[in-house]
Every structure is written in structure tokens, then in C-alpha cells.
């Protein structure tokens, strides 16, 4: 299982970012998947979960402002992040719902 986030970077507040993570060695379309954050000396939050039968889940902190989706024919994940704030400043996880992790894309916004 291979799981790689891309996308991040710095970004003024108010500006957008698009994450990615493209997804391996599993049957994507059969998965869970879920962003999760950690800002340094935080605690990891989860962000937003897509489920295989369309559910979806966003933390109070960014719903409204973050979308979450998925290309099963591409194996990869998407979160789009609008209107940043600094407190979205933090280090970028995708995940499957059993435990599989990637190593995170970092976002910073000033």
C-alpha cells in the first residue's frame, strides 16, 4: 500500500490550495479514505472523510471552506482548501480507514 500526497505549499490567507494523494497497491474504489492534520506541536485532527457510499464527513474548523473528492479511475484523493486561514497551517495526512498512511504534504498560510 502506497499512499503520496502532493500539492501543498505556502499561500497567502484567503488563497486556495489543492491536495492530492495519489493511492496504491489496494482497490482504491473499495476504500475509506480521509485527510488528517497535524500542526506542529498539535495534535493530529482529523479533516474531512469520503466514504466508498458517498458519505462525507468535514470538521467544524473547515467545513464550508474544504471539499473533499475522489477520481477512482486516477486511484487518487482530492481536497480542495478555500478561503485558508493561518490556522490551516499544519502538515497534510491521507489515510485509509484501516490504518495506511502517507507521509504528508506540508501547507503553510500566512
Known amino acids: 500500500v502506497q499512499l503520496v500526497e502532493s500539492g501543498g505549499g505556502s499561500v497567502q490567507a484567503g488563497g486556495s490550495l489543492r491536495l492530492s494523494c495519489a493511492a496504491s497497491?489496494?482497490?482504491?474504489?473499495?476504500?475509506?479514505m480521509g485527510w488528517y492534520r497535524q500542526a506542529l506541536g498539535g495534535k493530529c485532527e482529523l479533516v474531512s472523510i469520503?466514504?466508498?457510499?458517498?458519505?462525507?464527513y468535514f470538521s467544524d474548523s473547515v467545513k464550508g471552506r474544504f471539499t473533499i473528492s475522489r477520481d477512482n479511475a486516477k486511484n487518487t484523493l482530492y481536497l480542495q482548501m478555500n478561503s485558508l486561514k493561518s490556522e490551516d497551517t499544519a502538515l497534510y495526512y491521507c489515510?485509509?480507514?484501516?490504518?495506511?498512511w502517507g507521509q504528508g504534504t506540508q501547507v503553510t498560510v500566512s
Open positions: 489515510a485509509t480507514r484501516v490504518g495506511h
Open positions: 497497491g489496494f482497490a482504491f474504489d473499495d476504500a475509506d
Open positions: 469520503l466514504a466508498v457510499d458517498g458519505y462525507t
